[in-house]
Each structure stands twice: as C-alpha cells, then as structure tokens.
C-alpha cells in the first residue's frame, strides 16, 4: 500500500449551499443521528441472541432450523453488500438510511406476528435487507462530513455504537420478552424502527456543501476520474490490494458475531453449565468491550497509520490462538475465567474489524466509497453465516439435544478453521504491503 495524499474529487469542487464545516458541530449531529440508526440496526441484526431460546419454544424448532433465521437475515445482508454499496454511491446515505429503517421495521412487525416459520423467515429476511443498507451509508457520510484523519476513529465510535445496539438486545430485551411477551416486544421494536425514518430524512443530508477532503493512493489516483460499468467499478475496487486485505480483515475480525447472535447464550448456559444471570453479564461484557476498545483503536490508527498492520496482525493471531484454546480444551469444559476471555477476545476483534474499512478506503477513490465497504463486509458476513450453519448442523449432529461442552468444541472447529486461515492471509498481505513500500 502507497503512502496516501490529499486531494478534492472533482464532484466536491464546486460548493453546495448551505455549507457547513468539515467536523462541525452539524457533521456531529449528522451522524449522531444516523449512528443511533445503526444502533437501531445491529439491535435487529443481535435480537436473536438472547431470544434464540424462546425462538425454539415458539416455532418448535431444533439447532439447524433455528439457525435458518440468522442465516437467511445475514445471507441477505451478504447478498446484498456490492449492490447496498453501488446503491449508497448513487442514491446517496439520507435516501438509504430512511428506507433501511422502513423495512427493518416492516420486518419486525411481520416477525412480531409470526406462529409459523415461513412467517417468520420473511420477517428475518426484510430485516437483512434494511440492514444491509445501513452501515455502508454511514460510512459514506463519515467520509463526506469529517477530515481523513478522523476517519478511522468515526469509523470506530460507529462500530462502538453498534455495540451498544447489542447490549440493548441483550439484559432489556430480554426483560421485554419475560414481561411483554414475544408480539409486544417486536412490535414495539418495529414502531421505534418507523419512528426513526423519518427523524433520519428530517436532519440528514448527505454532504456538507463545502469541498471535501479525501485520502486516495497515488497509484490509483490516476483512475480517480474514469467511471465505468457497476461492473467495470467492482473489478477496479476488488483490484486493489487495499480492498483485498480489508476484506480478509474484516473476514477473520468478525467471529464475535457468530456468538453474539445466536451461540453465545446457548454455548454459556447449556455447553458450559452456567446460570443464564451470569451468561448474560458475559454476553453484556462482551458487547461492551467494542465500546471503549473501538474508540481507542480508532484514535490510535488515525494517528499512527503506519503501525495499522501491526496491530491488524497481532489481533488475527491472538484471536486464533483463543479459538485453537477453546476447541481443544480437555473434556470441553472451559473455565469461566477462559470463557470470559474467549467472548472478550473475540470482542476486540470486532472492534479492531472496523480497521478494515480504513484500509479500503486508503485505497479506492471516493466516488466508489459505498462500493469499497459492502465488498469489505462481504468478508465478515461469509465468516458468520458460514460459522452459523455449520454449528447448527454439528449441534443437531450430536443427536441427543443436549449441547454438552464437547457438542460445541465440535460445532466451533469449522469457524476456528476459518479464522485461522483468515489470520494467515491477513499477515502475508500486510507484510506484502509493508515490503512494497
């Protein structure tokens, strides 16, 4: 990867009033606003989690048809990254966000009502697809309203705030489905969902009228100009090493989801034993930890980039050591301590994924930004929607129900594979990158 300069894309040089500084107070409201989206967002995405259990009560379903749901709302979100992201440059983040929001809360009435699994899976389905629309966008807006330098800690204080999103859909969701029951509490998620559509098209622009400062690769800029085919501006974004190593970042950064949507409480409470108050502390914990390693991690790369790699590389391989632990464990049983630290591991690395977005961005000109983050994502969702099937599959393949601690070790060995082969590819990449310099 070449050193970085600055320049002004030809779209931003004329200015659109009304103008508004580059990291104002309105760029801060700007995406406060849309952040609180992506809060709402990853809430959906992470519901599951804690409700997987009351999913299997009320559909009458075992392991594998209960990871259907998650699978079909990833897979769609999945599906949907290089088109969401060729959309997000062409429509542009108000439009996107607003209509996301409007689906998702579609989606959850439709899931709120649901006795029967197709019901239900047209419900998780519609949520996939406004929340792939979601974070793509506001990365765009990130990119349109804050100076390149804040980049990576935006990037990281969204990804803090998704994290936050999971917390709410852990402890007090959980409380609303034991007070409410299951069509109230949904319900009342998809009313919120609507409600926040419209504060989103009130106050969100997509740019601040003022000339807008971007980091392009001297090596790519000199395509910055030449736009093509939707096809022609995937091979060209894909081409670069830039994407390639975000991807893969993202890919092995991104097994925390596989545990915070629907394994994690299943795994605490049936595999290891535990009482579900203290998997749910741990499940809160884990969400919590993105909250201030995300920030820290952000800061950090927006004002060392040189040492990105490095961090990048230490992060892969401590969390493929932590899974190597976790699958190998005499008797499967792991202590609650290594648990602990097995969920805060893997928290991290969530957190450190969205380091991922900095590379791609570093590397493609802004005009493809959308397009550069949904082929990024593509990364981390193929890891979760693989990681959540094939545990669902080994699970059921047990054929007792139980879920021991050894069903799991079992059940686990495919994502460990992944993200050890994932850290491997991400370190001979950005050892490459350093070398080329």
Same mark, same amino acid.
């Given at each position: 990867?070449?050193?970085?300069?600055?320049?002004?894309?030809?779209?931003?040089? !004329?200015?659109?009033?009304?103008?508004?500084?580059?990291? @104002?107070?309105?760029?801060?409201?700007?995406?406060?606003?849309?952040?609180? !989206?992506?809060?709402?967002?990853?809430?959906?995405?992470? &519901?599951?989690?804690?409700?997987?259990?009351?999913?299997?009560?009320?559909?009458?379903?075992? !392991?594998?048809?209960? &990871?259907?749901?998650?699978?079909?709302?990833?897979?769609?979100?999945?599906?949907?990254?290089?088109?969401?992201?060729?959309?997000?440059?062409?429509?542009?983040? #108000?439009?996107?966000? @607003?209509? $996301?929001?409007?689906?998702?809360?579609?989606?959850?009435?439709?899931?709120?009502?649901? *006795? &029967?699994?197709?019901?239900?899976?047209? %419900?998780?389905?519609?949520?996939?697809?406004?929340?792939?629309?979601?974070?793509?966008?506001?990365?765009?807006?990130? $990119?349109?309203?804050?100076?390149?330098?804040?980049?990576?800690?935006?990037? /990281?204080?969204?990804?803090?705030?998704?994290?936050?999103?999971?917390?709410?859909?852990?402890?007090?969701? &959980?409380? %609303?489905?034991?007070?409410?029951?299951?069509?109230?509490?949904?319900?009342?998620?998809?009313?919120?969902?609507?409600?926040? $559509?419209?504060?989103?098209?009130?106050?969100?622009?997509?740019?601040?009228?003022?000339?807008?400062?971007? *980091?392009?690769?001297?090596?790519?800029?000199?395509?910055?100009?030449?736009?093509?085919?939707?096809?022609?501006?995937?091979?060209?974004?894909?081409?670069?090493?830039?994407?390639?190593?975000?991807?893969?970042?993202?890919?092995?950064?991104?097994?925390?989801?596989?545990?915070?949507?629907?394994? %994690?409480?299943?795994?605490?409470?049936?595999?290891?034993?535990?009482?579900? %108050?203290?998997?749910?502390?741990?499940?809160?914990?884990?969400?919590?930890?993105?909250?201030?390693?995300?920030?820290?991690?952000?800061?950090?790369?927006?004002? #060392?980039?040189?040492?990105?790699?490095?961090?990048?590389?230490?992060?892969?391989?401590?969390?493929?050591?932590?899974?190597?632990?976790?699958?190998?464990?005499?008797?499967?049983?792991?202590?609650?301590?290594?648990?602990?630290?097995?969920?805060?591991?893997? $928290?991290?690395? *969530?957190?450190?994924?969205?380091?991922?977005?900095?590379? /791609?961005?570093?590397?493609?000109?802004?005009?493809?930004?959308?397009? /550069?983050?949904?082929?990024?994502?593509? @990364?981390?969702?193929?890891?979760?929607?693989?990681?959540?099937?094939?545990?669902?599959?080994?699970?059921?393949?047990?054929?007792?129900?139980?879920?021991?601690?050894?069903?799991?070790?079992?059940?686990?060995?495919?994502?460990?594979?992944?993200?050890?082969?994932?850290?491997?590819?991400?370190?001979?990449?950005?050892? #490459?990158?350093?070398?080329?310099?």
């Amino acid at each position: 990867m070449k050193p970085a300069v600055l320049t002004v894309p030809a779209e931003a040089s !004329a200015p659109r009033p009304p103008s508004h500084p580059l990291g @104002g107070r309105r760029a801060w409201t700007v995406w406060g606003v849309a952040a609180l !989206a992506y809060l709402i967002a990853f809430f959906h995405r992470t &519901s599951l989690g804690v409700a997987s259990l009351a999913a299997q009560q009320r559909f009458g379903v075992g !392991a594998t048809a209960l &990871s259907m749901f998650v699978i079909l709302q990833l897979g769609v979100y999945l599906v949907m990254q290089i088109p969401g992201g060729l959309m997000a440059d062409r429509f542009g983040p #108000r439009r996107m966000i @607003g209509a $996301a929001l409007v689906i998702m809360a579609l989606g959850e009435a439709v899931f709120a009502f649901a *006795s &029967s699994m197709p019901l239900a899976i047209t %419900g998780r389905v519609l949520v996939g697809l406004g929340d792939a629309m979601t974070f793509l966008n506001l990365i765009r807006l990130i $990119a349109a309203w804050f100076p390149r330098r804040r980049f990576a800690l935006l990037t /990281a204080m969204t990804a803090m705030i998704g994290s936050l999103g999971q917390v709410v859909g852990t402890v007090p969701l &959980s409380a %609303g489905l034991h007070a409410y029951g299951w069509t109230k509490t949904f319900l009342g998620i998809s009313v919120i969902s609507a409600a926040m $559509a419209v504060v989103v098209w009130l106050w969100v622009r997509n740019h601040p009228g003022a000339p807008v400062e971007r *980091s392009i690769s001297l090596s790519e800029s000199s395509a910055e100009s030449k736009k093509g085919s939707a096809l022609a501006d995937i091979r060209a974004v894909f081409g670069t090493r830039g994407t390639r190593t975000g991807l893969w970042t993202h890919f092995t950064l991104s097994s925390f989801t596989v545990l915070a949507t629907l394994w %994690g409480y299943p795994y605490l409470v049936k595999g290891l034993g535990m009482a579900p %108050g203290a998997a749910r502390l741990i499940l809160t914990l884990g969400a919590a930890t993105p909250m201030v390693a995300a920030p820290l991690l952000g800061w950090f790369a927006g004002r #060392r980039p040189d040492l990105r790699g490095r961090l990048i590389i230490s992060t892969v391989i401590t969390l493929a050591v932590a899974w190597l632990v976790a699958i190998t464990w005499p008797g499967g049983h792991l202590p609650v301590p290594l648990a602990l630290l097995l969920f805060l591991i893997n $928290a991290v690395g *969530s957190a450190a994924s969205m380091l991922a977005f900095d590379l /791609a961005r570093d590397a493609n000109p802004p005009e493809r930004g959308g397009l /550069a983050s949904g082929i990024v994502n593509l @990364g981390g969702f193929s890891l979760t929607i693989t990681g959540l099937l094939t545990a669902g599959v080994l699970l059921d393949a047990t054929g007792d129900g139980g879920y021991g601690p050894v069903a799991f070790q079992v059940a686990f060995i495919p994502i460990t594979g992944l993200v050890v082969i994932g850290a491997v590819r991400v370190t001979l990449l950005l050892r #490459r990158s350093r070398h080329s310099r």
